[in-house]
């Protein structure tokens, strides 16, 4: 890795994938954005963690995944890391975008209850804590959070119901609530 400042831990595998991120370039079309403490969160965990997967690009290097990272790193003087560049065209690269931001699974409030009692009894609540504010959510009651869940999902089914405006939205939601529905507001 030559006289290059890297202070992030790159495994082994991803080490001739090494490169300059400040001549990455983005399409400025990446739907994916992160509040202030996201970005604090995503740095700490590389920080902690190092580079657990590369930066994926095409092979003109326009992000494909990492873009947000990259920016995190770039505001911390930290310019070098593993770079995947794939052969995709434009809409391949859109795609893969769209997967990876997107494919994620919904959380079983139980299992996520355990591993949430196992990090505390680590002695890592504080960082729970952080990363749970970071992305909306808050520690269940049961292990000293507030009474209510914010961004938890619980063991249900769900239904989602499309709405033509908000309007629409809000007088759906009212009307649900009024017959005892537990109904949450999600725009997607």
Not at 21 to 31: G, H, M, T, V, Y
Not at 147 to 165: A, F, N, R, S
């Amino acid at each position: 890795m030559g006289d290059r400042k890297i202070t992030l831990k790159i495994p082994k595998a991803y080490e001739q994938l090494v490169e300059d991120i400040r001549l990455l370039k983005s399409d400025e079309q990446n739907p994916n954005k992160m509040t202030i403490k996201q970005k604090e969160q995503t740095w700490k965990s590389l920080q902690e963690d190092g580079w657990a997967y590369p930066i994926v690009t095409d092979l003109n290097g326009v992000f494909a995944d990492g873009e947000q990272r990259a920016e995190v790193c770039k505001d911390h003087g930290e310019f070098f890391a593993p770079v995947l560049r794939l052969e995709l065209s434009d809409a391949e690269r859109r795609i893969l975008r769209q997967r990876l931001n997107k494919l994620r699974g919904k959380h079983n409030r139980r299992l996520d209850e355990a591993d949430y009692r196992r990090i505390i009894e680590a002695g890592e609540r504080a960082d729970l804590e952080a990363l749970l504010l970071a992305v909306g959510e808050r520690l269940p009651e049961e292990l000293g959070g507030p009474k209510e869940h914010l961004g938890m999902v619980p063991e249900c089914y769900e239904l989602i119901i499309e709405c033509k405006d908000e309007s629409d939205q809000r007088a759906k939601f009212e009307k649900l609530q009024a017959e005892g529905y537990k109904v949450k507001v999600l725009n997607l």
